[in-house]
């Protein structure tokens, strides 16, 4: 078995709270089947366009996962060799809303912050 091509984790809040992975445990066990399997899919076969992934802007993709009633999102972005998982939603119309996309682009400034943090200690 070949290794993936890409590490996935999820974004976690200064809290410790990961919100993609509490949002996935709300929805039906089939439901988070379909996007781990999607997601897998991104994993192995990285770098990958549509029909399962869209670039947004630059830094920013969106896992397209057809579900049996519904559509569901999974925006990422990509940092050190991982694709982070930044925000999870189930879309309800034909555009990503844009309250969708700035809460991904929000969590990309929170990570971007703490990577810069973390490569840059402050001295005291």
């Known amino acids: 078995m070949s290794l993936p091509k890409l590490?996935?984790?999820?974004?976690?809040t200064?809290?410790?709270n990961e919100p993609v992975?509490?949002?996935?445990?709300e929805l039906p066990q089939a439901d988070r089947k379909t996007i781990g399997d999607?997601?897998?899919?991104?994993?192995f076969g990285w770098p990958i366009g549509m029909p399962l992934v869209r670039k947004l802007m630059p830094?920013?993709?969106?896992v397209r996962v057809n579900l049996d009633s519904r559509i569901a999102r999974v925006i990422?972005?990509?940092?050190?060799?991982?694709?982070v998982l930044l925000h999870g939603f189930i879309k309800k119309s034909s555009k990503t809303p844009e309250s969708e996309l700035q809460t991904a682009v929000?969590?990309?400034?929170?990570l971007n912050a703490a990577q810069k943090r973390a490569k840059h200690p402050r001295r005291n």
């Open 7 to 12: 590490s996935v984790r999820f974004f976690r």
């Open 14 to 16: 200064e809290a410790g």
């Open 21 to 25: 992975r509490e949002w996935l445990k």
């Open 38 to 43: 999607e997601i897998r899919a991104v994993q």
């Open 59 to 62: 830094g920013l993709w969106e």
């Open 76 to 83: 990422f972005t990509t940092c050190d060799g991982d694709g």
């Open 106 to 110: 929000e969590r990309l400034k929170l």
